[in-house]
C-alpha cells in the first residue's frame, strides 16, 4: 500500500534561514508521480511541484529545490532564505500506475513557521 | 474565476441536520474528489468519481454520501452531521489523460469549513 510520511509536525525558523521538509513515501509501483502542495494561513492549496519516479534530477525554483533520491525513498524540500510569506502548511503526496494514478496518498503536512 | 468552485464556503450547523456541500468545476476533467482535511490528519479521501455512473468510496466515506449530477457537479452530502465532522472539506479534480498527462494532480477548490455544533 502507498504511503507517505512527513515526520516534522511543526518547524520553526526566522526568517532568511534555510529549510528542510522531509517526505518518505512507501510505495512497490515502479511509476509514480509525487507532488508538493502549499497550504497558506488562507486555506487554499496550492500546487508546488510534481515529479515522475524516472527522473532523479533535483529541481529548483528561485528559492525553493526538491532533492528527489529513489534510493532512500524521499522527496525534500528545501526553502533557502526563508520569508514570512512562506508560513503555511506543506503537503507532500504520492500517486502510483497500479491505480491508474487514480488517488493522491497525502502525508500528515508540515506546519512552517517563519518569524521576522 | 475559479475553475473549482465550492458552495458554501463556510457553514455552521447543529447535530443532526442533513448538509450538502457542493463542488462545480469548469476544468473539464472527469474526475472529481471529496477530501476532508483535520489538523494534524492531513487530507483524507472521502469519495470519488470518473464519471456520472461512477462513484467510489474512500477510506472514510462513513456518514456521507455523494451525487455526481453532471460532469462537472459533485455534491457531498451529510445526511445527519454530528461534531466529529467538523472539519475543512476539498473538492478536486484531475485530468484522465485525455487533455493532458495522466498524473494524478488534483486541482482543488477553495475549500468549505463546516463546524458541527
Known amino acids: 500500500a502507498q504511503k507517505v510520511t512527513q515526520a516534522q509536525t511543526e518547524i520553526s525558523v526566522v526568517e532568511k534561514e534555510d529549510v528542510t521538509l522531509d517526505c518518505v513515501y512507501e510505495t512497490r509501483d515502479t511509476t509514480y508521480y509525487l507532488f508538493w502542495y502549499k497550504q497558506p494561513p488562507s486555506g487554499e492549496l496550492v500546487f508546488l511541484i510534481r515529479r515522475n519516479s524516472f527522473d532523479e534530477q533535483n529541481e529548483i525554483s528561485g528559492r525553493y529545490s526538491w532533492n528527489f533520491q529513489k534510493s532512500t525513498s524521499s522527496f525534500n524540500f528545501t526553502i533557502t532564505a526563508s520569508q514570512v510569506v512562506d508560513s503555511a502548511v506543506y503537503f507532500c503526496a504520492l500517486s502510483e500506475w497500479n491505480t491508474g494514478f487514480q488517488k493522491l496518498v497525502f502525508g500528515t503536512g508540515t506546519r512552517l513557521l517563519v518569524s521576522p | 474565476d475559479a475553475d473549482v468552485t465550492q458552495t458554501p464556503r463556510n457553514r455552521i450547523t447543529k447535530t443532526g441536520k442533513r448538509i450538502m456541500l457542493e463542488c462545480s468545476q469548469t476544468?473539464?476533467?472527469?474526475?472529481m474528489y471529496w477530501y476532508r482535511q483535520d489538523p494534524g490528519l492531513g487530507l483524507r479521501l472521502i469519495y470519488y468519481?470518473?464519471?456520472?455512473?461512477?462513484?467510489n468510496k474512500g477510506e472514510i466515506s462513513d456518514g456521507y454520501s455523494v451525487s455526481r449530477q453532471a460532469q462537472a457537479k459533485f455534491s457531498l452530502s451529510l445526511e445527519s452531521a454530528i461534531p466529529n465532522q467538523t472539519a475543512l472539506y476539498f473538492c478536486?479534480?484531475?485530468?484522465?489523460?485525455?487533455?493532458?498527462?495522466?498524473?494524478?494532480?488534483?486541482?482543488f477548490g477553495e475549500g468549505s469549513r463546516l463546524t458541527v455544533l
Open positions: 478536486a479534480t484531475s485530468d484522465l489523460g485525455t487533455s493532458g498527462p495522466n498524473t494524478g494532480e488534483l486541482f
Open positions: 468519481s470518473f464519471d456520472v455512473k461512477d462513484i
Open positions: 476544468k473539464g476533467h472527469d474526475r
